[in-house]
T-cell receptor
Framework: DAKTTQPPSMDCAEGRAANLPCNHS???????VYWYRQIHSQGPQYIIH???NNETNEMASLIITEDRKSSTLTLPHATLRDTAVYYC????????????FGTGTRLLVSP | DAGVTQSPTHLIKTRGQQVTLRCSPI?????VSWYQQVLGQGPQFIFQ???????GRGNFPDRFSARQFPNYSSELNVHALLLGDSALYLC?????????????FGNGTRLTVT
């Protein structure tokens, strides 16, 4: 079972920031938080990951709370092409690589 | 640079038949994983291979098998197809077997079993 909880859907106006929350209250100390998104008919696309510090790249920012029980992915200026299902995943960095996907958040960006 | 490529993109099979799906990882990536995504759900882990050896297996029956070749490409085989095997099959590659490197996914093979 997925170890994360996300809202099933969210709406965002084009050009505004999209803030996608994720709860992972049972996260272990050695587990990272990963975010992927899946645009219709495509494979999942890696966005960002972090352990406990805030992270930023060209696509998004990731803020992880101090207790690490929740995180927020921010798309600073959402575009119509950001419409997708966003998955929050916790994963250990050791052992074999296995991503456990939940049902994600369906983000709809509207004009 | 080419990403993860999968073939074929679409496939229709009859119940009871077998199918082989193919995956070429990103150049330099030595680990390949396979996922099954049923409509309306997130992907589910099937296998991981690293350096031609199976590193992990998900909760799938023995009808599912895979292998990795010396050039790190991979095949997923499914025997005795059931209607419930209809899904998008995704391949992902990464540099090493155990690392923080993220998985990079292909766009999948959509299998329909009739």
């Amino acid at each position: 079972d997925a170890k994360t909880t996300q809202p099933p859907s969210m709406d965002c106006a084009e050009g505004r920031a999209a803030n996608l929350p994720c709860n992972h209250s049972t996260i272990s100390g050695n587990e990272y938080v990963y975010w992927y998104r899946q645009i219709h008919s495509q494979g999942p696309q890696y966005i960002i990951h972090g352990l406990k510090n805030n992270e930023t790249n060209e696509m998004a920012s990731l803020i992880i709370t101090e207790d690490r029980k929740s995180s927020t992915l921010t798309l600073p200026h959402a575009t119509l092409r950001d419409t997708a299902v966003y998955y929050c995943i916790v994963r250990v960095q050791t052992g074999f690589q296995k991503l456990v996907f939940g049902t994600g958040t369906r983000l709809l960006v509207s004009p | 640079d080419a990403g993860v490529t999968q073939s074929p993109t679409h496939l229709i099979k009859t119940r009871g038949q077998q199918v082989t799906l193919r995956c070429s990882p990103i150049s330099g990536h030595k680990s390949v994983s396979w996922y099954q995504q049923v409509l309306g759900q997130g992907p589910q882990f099937i296998f991981q291979y690293y350096e031609k050896e199976e590193r992990g297996r998900g909760n799938f029956p023995d009808r599912f098998s895979a292998r990795q070749f010396p050039n790190y490409s991979s095949e997923l085989n499914v025997h005795a197809l059931l209607l419930g095997d209809s899904a998008l099959y995704l391949c992902a590659s990464t540099l090493e077997g155990q690392s923080s490197s993220p998985l990079h996914f292909g766009n999948g093979t959509r299998l329909t079993v009739t």
